[in-house]
């Protein structure tokens, strides 16, 4: 359901854009899924902006009322107080988009983490297979050679849910190990 209101309000132009996030500010007024479609990781940066956009208008409008000198009439007075509740709604909601941008920034950096831990394995095993080879083809190595070799046991990453210092050896044979424990 989000995912179809997330593809409706990434169609909407900003006029548009900014009235479905005017609209769904309050917690007491919002549409949960219109809310958790403009906060996927398409829609948040936009989101975002355009709230803080609002909130920048609202608090420069202020200001110019503030200097006008028929401020102390009733009118005005009731003006302010809307624009004061606006001003502390939008922020309590520009503080949930920043929580769920860190939420996402997390989740990305994990994913690339990741990502970037198994292309090291990747490239760790390659060199493991390339030494492996030479012995068995019985290959005479160079000095080229034994410095990528020397690279399985130079370069360490973090390892384990201690996160110990891990040679990449040291990795590719604990892989090996928990493959064939698991098999």
């Not at 409008?61 to 028929?70: C, E, K, L, N, V």
């Not at 988009?97 to 920034?105: C, D, H, M, P, S």
């Amino acid at each position: 359901m989000a995912i179809n209101k997330a593809r409706v309000a990434a169609q909407l132009d900003d006029d548009g854009f900014e009235q479905l996030v005017l609209a769904n500010i309050s917690p007491r007024n919002r549409d949960a899924h219109v809310w958790a479609a403009l906060l996927t990781p398409n829609s948040i940066a936009r989101t975002h902006a355009t709230l803080v956009a609002a909130v920048q208008r609202n608090a420069s409008a202020m200001a110019a009322r503030r200097q006008d000198p028929g401020s102390d009439n009733p009118t005005y007075r009731q003006w302010r107080h809307r624009a004061q509740n606006f001003a502390r709604i939008a922020q309590a909601a520009l503080s949930e988009i920043n929580a769920e941008r860190r939420t996402l920034e997390a989740a990305a950096d994990k994913s690339s983490a990741r990502r970037y831990r198994e292309q090291l394995r990747h490239l760790a095993s390659e060199i493991a297979c390339h030494q492996q080879r030479s012995d068995i083809a019985g290959i005479n190595p160079e000095d080229h050679d034994h410095q990528l070799w020397n690279v399985l046991d130079t370069i360490s990453i973090p390892h384990g849910p201690e996160s110990t210092p891990t040679t990449l050896r040291d990795l590719l044979d604990d892989t090996e190990r928990r493959q064939e424990t698991s098999a």
